[in-house]
């Protein structure tokens, strides 16, 4: 706990420490990242350029190989034995034949990477090989051919070649170099000779190149000129290997980009089943294919991971000295920050007002200025009491004048004109204004100092610009007013000059402080006796702040024209008007009347206005009371209409809107109650009528009776639900039932109108004709043709 307070005692010193410890620790980071980025390059190109000699080895030994077998072709090609037989349109001679055992004894016996020759002869259409039968069919060749539009000549054709017809045939891979001169117009050779050679034998021979026989982990595979694998032992495809097809598919996007060029060579690396690899490539020009090896990162960097741990334990060990050093020079840097502390620690070191103070602030520093801000308010606060003794002398006899103006001698009021600082005259007329500062909550929470400082302003600019007219006195009544006293030459015209200067100076302190208030004059007072008159009509004025809104000039014309049109007695009965409205559920009508009933309001007297509004309050709540003793489900009393903050809105308007707001839940509650309502009360309809249809008494008034609805509700409800009447929904009913009768039994007509409810025969045809067209004996006639 200690350990903890502490730290939260000394934010200043924890960060310059958190400072120091973070460029140390990222220097270090940067230099071992460095260190092991330079190396983990010089590994990687090194092991590049190791692959690559292997890959360009592998390179020069397949393109010899490639050019071997294409001259061998050719020479065998050139054979004029081999073309005799290739040409031969009669029966094989043993001459002849013996050429297949000379190619055996010659060409394959001395090649091992030869695994058979064929010779094809067009006219025969067969195949003469040195493997299997002397005439050998060979399926898979054929539909390799078959692949191409135009044959490749001496290009290799890696495909499958059939060794065994077990009941499991056994294949092996092989490449087929093919030599031709002519092609006929069905698109086969005119006579060709053919070399496969054994695929399994060049893979071989380049693992062994690669020193990858088994037992080391890279792997390696061949693309052909479409970038497809090619398939190396039948046994096991590679087309088949996820592992294969994710290799094949990373160099694809790689060698889909500008880089890739014919003939070039390079690397790139891809995580593929959960494993980083690199995978190095070189591009063979004679054969088109590509050779792509791919080997794991961590066999690659195998060294490195021991550098890595090396490094890291390193860095450890370098930040953990370097934070011991950390330490010791962040005292040296904290000290002076903590002398000054010490000494200006509020209430004493330790003290609860000091704890309190630095649990609030930032840091030390934030808690030095908070400091020097309330010394700093405590010296004003200290001014500010040697000064109000002056206010508080100027206060005692202002009220004086203001309370009991008609109980002075001329003698006390001139003392009391002498006090307040003016040069007053008893003789002449006097205007009272009285200011009250707008939004008043907002304004005291404020700051002390501020307050006084906008009070001050208020007071000042408006004496100021009062005195180019008048003689003025503006006292601070600290609340949220102020009194203006004004000493005039004449009453005539003094009201609209006061009012034009008051709006002067609320102009003036709104733009340049930010705040509003609200002024309002009061009549003359034509000598001292009647300044408390005066002054209590001027208050009573600004009470009208209410309706006028906030920065408003308000002078007794301005009331008396307001006020011409009241009628408190028509107000009271708009607003039973609207309550009855409101009972009913119209939320659009309810909105309208409250807003005519405001209307009204606005031109009533302030007392009238508090009066009324206070009523329309309470009987909204009875109203709300009344309606839920008829509903299924009650409404809920708004929240607003309980709340003491709706009487104290400053304004009408925001008085207003909140209970059009509160009007607005209330209908939209109520809404949904009336349309749950109506919808219980059209199922309880459906299903008397679908109960009861055989009764012929049954009615729509029956059902309004036995439903407790007005008949008008009942055919609301109806029309809502239905689209139709009660009565008409009744005859649907009975129609319905007795076509029923009508398909499934063969009962008489007068039967089936009795079981319906329908005593009347003209009025069942009439109606059965209505709804169907036709008259109910010729609709069971047309049933009973169908």
């Not at 590509?290 to 060294?303: D, F, G, I």
């Not at 301005?558 to 309550?579: M, N, P, Y």
């Not at 309001?601 to 709300?624: F, T, W």
């Not at 008259?775 to 009973?784: D, L, W």
Request: aromatic letters at 10%; one cysteine or more; proline letters at 2%.
């Amino acid at each position: 706990m200690k350990f903890l307070r502490f730290f939260l005692e000394k934010k200043y010193w924890l960060r310059i420490f958190l400072w120091i410890a973070c460029v140390i620790l990222l220097i270090v980071s940067l230099f071992s990242a460095l260190i092991y980025y330079s190396v983990e390059r010089k590994v990687f190109h090194s092991e590049y350029e190791n692959s690559q000699k292997i890959l360009s080895q592998m390179k020069y030994n397949i393109d010899y190989l490639d050019t071997t077998i294409r001259n061998l072709t050719l020479s065998t090609y050139g054979n004029n034995e081999v073309k005799a037989l290739m040409y031969l349109k009669e029966d094989e001679t043993y001459d002849q034949l013996s050429t297949i055992n000379k190619l055996n004894a010659t060409i394959i016996a001395n090649n091992p990477f030869l695994h058979s020759i064929y010779i094809y002869n067009n006219y025969k259409d067969i195949y003469y090989s040195t493997f299997g039968d002397l005439f050998h069919a060979d399926a898979e060749l054929n539909e390799a051919l078959n692949s191409y539009d135009r044959i490749p000549a001496l290009k290799a054709i890696v495909r499958k070649l059939k060794i065994s017809d077990e009941p499991e045939p056994k294949f092996i891979t092989v490449m087929s170099y093919i030599m031709f001169e002519n092609m006929n117009e069905q698109n086969r050779m005119d006579g060709a000779v053919i070399l496969n050679v054994k695929m399994d034998w060049l893979v071989n021979n380049i693992r062994a190149l690669s020193g990858n026989t088994g037992g080391s982990s890279s792997f390696l595979y061949i693309l052909d000129d479409a970038n497809q694998l090619i398939e190396t032992d039948p046994g096991n495809p590679v087309a088949s290997n996820p592992f294969a097809v994710q290799i094949r598919e990373a160099y694809a996007q790689s060698s889909g980009s500008s880089v890739q060029e014919s003939g070039a060579s390079g690397f790139l690396s891809k995580s593929i089943q959960g494993e980083k690899y690199l995978i190095s490539y070189i591009r063979l020009e004679n054969t088109g294919w590509v050779l792509l090896e791919a080997r794991p990162h961590k066999e690659v960097y195998a060294n490195l991971k021991q550098l890595l741990d090396t490094i890291l334990l390193i860095t450890a060990t370098v930040f953990i000295v370097a934070l011991l050093l950390t330490l010791s020079v962040t005292r040296g840097i904290y000290a002076p920050v903590r002398r000054l502390m010490e000494q200006t620690s509020m209430g004493g070191s330790g003290s609860a007002q000091d704890s309190l103070l630095r649990s609030r602030v930032r840091d030390e520093f934030a808690y030095l200025t908070e400091v020097y801000r309330k010394s700093k308010e405590q010296l004003y606060e200290y001014q500010l009491e040697k000064n109000n003794n002056t206010n508080i002398m100027k206060l005692y006899f202002l009220r004086k004048l203001l309370v009991d103006s008609l109980g002075m001698s001329a003698s006390e009021a001139d003392d009391a004109f002498k006090q307040l600082g003016v040069s007053f005259s008893g003789e002449r007329p006097f205007l009272l204004c009285v200011l009250r500062i707008d939004d008043y909550k907002t304004f005291m929470r404020r700051g002390l100092a501020e307050r006084e400082l906008l009070r001050f302003a208020i007071a000042n600019v408006t004496a100021e610009v009062l005195s180019n007219s008048f003689t003025a006195l503006t006292v601070d009544m600290k609340d949220d007013s102020f009194t203006v006293l004004l000493n005039l030459s004449e009453a005539e015209g003094a009201e609209e000059r006061a009012a034009l200067l008051l709006a002067e100076v609320q102009n003036y302190i709104h733009s340049h402080y930010k705040l509003s208030f609200t002024a309002a004059i009061g009549g003359p007072a034509f000598d001292y006796t009647a300044i408390a008159s005066a002054y209590g009509q001027a208050f009573a004025n600004s009470s009208y702040r209410y309706v006028y809104g906030p920065m408003s000039v308000i002078t007794p014309s301005v009331i008396a024209e307001q006020t011409a049109g009241a009628d408190l007695d028509q107000t009271l009965e708009i607003e039973s008007r609207f309550v009855e409205i409101f009972k009913k559920g119209d939320s659009v009508k309810t909105e309208e009347k409250l807003r005519e009933l405001f209307r009204h309001i606005r031109k009533l007297e302030y007392s009238d206005i508090m009066l009324v509004g206070m009523q329309v309050v309470h009987h909204l709540k009875k109203a709300i009371y009344e309606m839920n003793r008829t509903l299924k489900e009650p409404i809920g009393v708004p929240k607003l209409l309980h709340d003491r903050e709706l009487y104290e809105e400053e304004t009408i308007e925001g008085f207003e809107r909140q209970l059009l707001e509160a009007v607005a839940s209330i209908g939209i509650e109520g809404k949904n109650n009336v349309l749950e309502g109506n919808k219980v009360a059209a199922d309880t309809i459906k299903e008397i009528i679908d109960n009861n249809y055989f009764d012929s008494g049954l009615s729509a008034t029956g059902i309004s009776d036995m439903m407790r609805l007005s008949s008008y509700k009942l055919s609301k409800i109806a029309k809502e639900h239905f689209g139709m009447s009660v009565t008409e929904y009744i005859n649907q009913v009975r129609l319905t039932k007795a076509v029923e009768w009508m398909e499934n039994s063969k009962l008489s007509i007068q039967d089936i109108m009795r079981r319906v409810g329908i005593e009347n025969e003209s009025y069942f045809y009439k109606l059965f004709k209505a709804n169907y067209e036709m008259t109910p004996r010729e609709y069971i006639a047309s049933k009973r043709e169908q």
